[in-house]
């Protein structure tokens, strides 16, 4: 009888260890090509669909979307001095952008303030904020999230939009975003 339990016990600490991996998998990394910049590596998803927005002056945009919905869509830029500025890719540099970014959009929004939080990755730093649309437009997602993080010699431009204020689509964003990295090879 003892031995019944014992099994049991050891049955649901496995389960215990392993579910939760299952519901926060981040995925493979994926290896996004920049152009004279090496690739940005980010783990996301296996499930999110990856596109190529409409770039930004010469700046590639990288979109992230559910393979199913339209739950949430995410458009990351890796911007650079173009002028080989080595102030450019600072964590003040993410701070500045970001403040004057949260300066621009919190008069469209819910919130009188909104605090900007620190991003902390493995190789590298940054901020973000967390703002709702005062006034959506049909089919316009009510949340957003923009960040700006420091990999390497790139600025990392972050927005995510979502529908749902707990969206997967953020807390998954923020992870790839802290693991982010930039490799020459």
């Given at each position: 009888?003892?031995?019944?339990?014992?099994?049991?016990?050891?049955?649901?600490?496995?389960?215990?260890?392993?579910l939760?991996s299952?519901a926060?998998?981040?995925?493979q990394?994926?290896?996004?090509p920049?152009?004279?910049?090496?690739?940005?590596?980010l783990s996301?998803?296996?499930?999110?669909?990856?596109s190529?927005?409409?770039?930004?002056?010469?700046?590639?945009?990288?979109?992230?979307?559910?393979?199913?919905?339209d739950?949430?869509?995410?458009?990351?830029?890796p911007l650079?001095?173009?002028?080989k500025?080595?102030?450019?890719?600072k964590?003040e540099?993410?701070?500045?952008?970001i403040?004057?970014d949260?300066?621009?959009?919190?008069?469209?929004?819910v919130e009188?303030?909104?605090k900007?939080?620190?991003?902390?990755?493995?190789?590298g730093?940054?901020?973000?904020?967390f703002?709702?649309?005062?006034?959506?437009?049909?089919?316009?997602y009510?949340?957003?999230?923009?960040?700006?993080?420091?990999?390497?010699?790139?600025?990392?431009?972050?927005?995510a939009?979502?529908?749902?204020?707990?969206?997967?689509?953020?807390?998954?964003?923020i992870?790839?975003?802290?693991g982010a990295r930039?490799?020459y090879?």
């Amino acid at each position: 009888m003892n031995t019944k339990k014992i099994a049991i016990a050891i049955l649901l600490l496995c389960l215990c260890l392993v579910l939760p991996s299952f519901a926060a998998e981040p995925g493979q990394p994926r290896s996004i090509p920049i152009p004279q910049h090496g690739k940005l590596i980010l783990s996301v998803p296996d499930t999110w669909k990856q596109s190529a927005g409409k770039p930004v002056d010469i700046f590639p945009t990288i979109v992230f979307r559910p393979d199913k919905g339209d739950d949430f869509e995410v458009y990351i830029t890796p911007l650079w001095s173009v002028k080989k500025d080595p102030a450019f890719n600072k964590p003040e540099t993410a701070r500045s952008m970001i403040e004057s970014d949260l300066k621009n959009m919190l008069p469209q929004a819910v919130e009188k303030k909104a605090k900007i939080e620190k991003i902390k990755g493995v190789y590298g730093e940054g901020y973000y904020f967390f703002l709702t649309d005062k006034a959506p437009g049909p089919g316009e997602y009510p949340y957003a999230v923009r960040a700006e993080i420091v990999v390497g010699d790139l600025l990392l431009s972050v927005t995510a939009l979502t529908r749902s204020k707990n969206s997967k689509g953020i807390t998954f964003t923020i992870k790839a975003l802290q693991g982010a990295r930039q490799t020459y090879e």
